[in-house]
């Protein structure tokens, strides 16, 4: 599988502040990018895969609604997490 436990506790560690803080903002964001990322991939080569177009657009309205938050929130980690990231607004 793509998304194994490995791969979720390195992203976790790299952006959240240790591998089990699983729920800030920033660890959901960039668990939502890997995720994005592939099923992009994904969909270059099976452009007529509507489900997982769907699942695609909802994940980005997810994490999109994440940022809003963080933006509110905390204005320097947002403009952290969007460079670190390479996200564009």
Do not use: C, P
Request: net charge positive; proline share 0%; hydrophobic share 35%.
């Amino acid at each position: 599988m793509y998304l194994s436990k490995e791969i979720k506790g390195d992203i976790f560690k790299k952006h959240g502040k240790n591998a089990n803080d699983t729920g800030s903002s920033e660890g959901q964001i960039a668990l939502f990018t890997f995720r994005i990322n592939h099923l992009t991939e994904h969909l270059k080569k099976n452009r007529k895969d509507f489900n997982t177009e769907r699942s695609l657009v909802k994940l980005v309205g997810k994490r999109r609604a994440l940022l809003d938050y963080l933006a509110k929130k905390d204005i320097m980690r947002y403009r952290a997490i969007v460079k670190e990231l390479g996200l564009r607004k």
